[in-house]
């Protein structure tokens, strides 16, 4: 069975740093096209990153420069690493698996909460 | 990057009614486009990709057509547990992009 348990959310000072993980189960992340999805609170969904399973990395213009898409193949995890946060950052960060080496995101975690503030 | 034009934003309507959903693309994206279903607090689960496949699982009362620029989802007979956001979201470009979401609520 497909699990994704995203971990390292909380409450974090304008311009501080975080790093989100997604431990993946019953599939090789490596293996897959992996993507960050947010979604600020009330708001829509905004795609973040992907990391190709080539390990090629994409990003929003939103974060660019800020945030790195990272995967550790012997943990079989996912990470997003998160500096220079703005308020505008909050959100709920979603990692999600993309169907056969694609960006139709098939499977998707519960969820991790970052609130930036001071 | 391509922006993805939902409508309407919200609706309200009967158990059993037909509930029409559309999205439009600011560009041609083939038939690169997906909807998910998300209910509140949780994660999206995706229903329709490609635009008309349903993915396995999902009920058959749900479906979607278009290609192009202009597409649609459908709800054939609304039930009370389909309360929940729908978006859709291409994927011909990068970066993928959402709509704006529909609410869709029972009246």
């Known amino acids: 069975e497909v699990q994704l348990v995203e971990s390292g959310g909380g409450l974090i000072q304008p311009g501080g740093s975080l790093r989100l993980s997604c431990a993946a189960s019953?599939?090789?992340?490596?293996?897959?096209?992996m993507s960050w999805v947010r979604q600020a609170p009330g708001k829509g969904l905004e795609w973040v990153s992907v990391i190709y399973s080539g390990g090629s990395t994409y990003y929003a213009d939103s974060v660019k420069g800020r945030f790195t898409i990272s995967r550790d193949n012997s943990k079989n995890t996912l990470y997003l690493q998160m500096n220079s946060l703005r308020a505008e950052d909050t959100a709920v960060y979603y990692c999600a698996r993309g169907k056969l080496d694609s960006l139709v995101l098939l499977y998707w975690g519960q969820g991790t909460l970052v609130t930036v503030s001071s | 990057d391509i922006q993805m034009t939902q409508s309407p934003s919200s609706l309200s309507a009967s158990v059993g009614d037909r509930v029409t959903i559309t999205c439009q693309a600011s560009?041609?994206?083939?038939?690169?486009l997906n909807w998910y279903q998300q209910k509140p607090g949780k994660a999206p689960k995706l229903l329709i990709y490609d635009a008309s496949n349903l993915e396995t699982g999902v009920p058959s009362r749900f479906s979607g057509s278009g290609s192009g620029t202009d597409f649609t989802f459908t709800i054939s007979s609304l039930q009370p547990e389909d309360i929940a956001t729908y978006y859709c979201q291409q994927y011909d470009n990068l970066p993928p992009t959402f709509g704006q979401g529909t609410k869709v609520e029972i009246k």
């Open positions: 560009q041609d994206i083939s038939n690169y």
């Open positions: 019953g599939f090789t992340v490596s293996s897959n096209y």
